[in-house]
């Protein structure tokens, strides 16, 4: 019987790329990417001959492709399942065939590596012994300050991923609905040459974007809430909330 192996590849710096996953990219008989000119485009920074059959795993196709991918495992193949950058699954395809192998009981595995999650949480100097992954925010306003306003008592670390294109509406409506007042760290190009992280109050970040606009990839990490805030949120809760949590 083979194995599913999901691999973590760099974030931007090739050499993050562990001996792990480049012994993978040589002696794997699949290699399931996401995005397949990106996998030969990292194979080739590493300088390694793939030599495994080679298929596209993307959100679109991977709920067909999973046991297709099974199957090959299921007569003695290792799978190797990359996505086009950090850890597969989070918010990368991924998770349809982990799900799909534990249902058909064939064993996966995973080569740990790069996640710009956890090195923005390790970089941020916020608490990070607790801490809550929240992924991309809606991109809706009404839906993202809906959804922010489900974590106005969040008392854990919160951590965010945005996209340039977003991060000024992002901001505003995090200063409106969580306050100026929070500490955060916008950390941007991650183990890039331009790696940068911005930390201080929500308030100061926002006000330093319109001088100063960050590009590239970034990961918004935010303090909880304080002991004071979760108060508040619970004295602002009707009736009828704070009676559904006293049955809850
Ligand atoms: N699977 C990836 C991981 O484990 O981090 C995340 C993939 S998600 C589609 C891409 C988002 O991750 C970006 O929009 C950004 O928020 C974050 N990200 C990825 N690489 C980054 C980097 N080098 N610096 C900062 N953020 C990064």
């Given at each position: ?154 008392p854990r670390t919160i951590v ?85 949590l006293a049955i809850a």
């Open positions: 019987r083979g194995t599913v192996v999901l691999a973590a590849t760099p974030i931007g710096n090739t050499a993050d790329a562990s001996a792990r996953l480049v012994a993978l990219l040589e002696r794997a008989d699949v290699v399931a990417a996401e995005d397949t000119r990106r996998l030969y485009a990292l194979a080739n920074r590493l300088g390694v001959h793939v030599s495994g059959r080679v298929v596209a795993n993307h959100d679109h196709n991977e709920r067909g492709m999973a046991d297709r991918l099974l199957d090959e495992a299921e007569t003695g193949a290792t799978v190797l399942l990359v996505s086009d950058a950090g850890m597969p699954t989070i918010n990368d395809p991924g998770l349809a065939v982990v799900r799909r192998a534990i249902e058909r009981g064939v064993p996966v595995t995973c080569a740990p590596g790069p996640s710009a999650v956890l090195d923005a949480l390790a970089l941020s100097g916020l608490p990070t012994d607790r801490f809550c992954y929240e992924g991309f925010l809606p991109r809706k306003h009404g839906e993202r300050v809906a959804h922010l306003r489900q974590l106005k008592a969040e965010f991923y945005e996209t340039v294109h977003r991060i000024d509406e992002a901001m505003a409506d995090l200063e409106a609905v969580l306050g100026p007042d929070r500490p955060m760290a916008l950390c941007r190009e991650l183990t890039k040459d331009y790696e940068q992280i911005r930390r201080g109050t929500i308030g100061e970040i926002r006000a330093g974007l319109s001088a100063d606009p960050p590009r590239g990839e970034m990961v918004l990490v935010i303090g909880g809430a304080s002991e004071e805030e979760q108060a508040a949120s619970m004295q602002s809760l009707g009736v009828e909330e704070l009676a559904d």
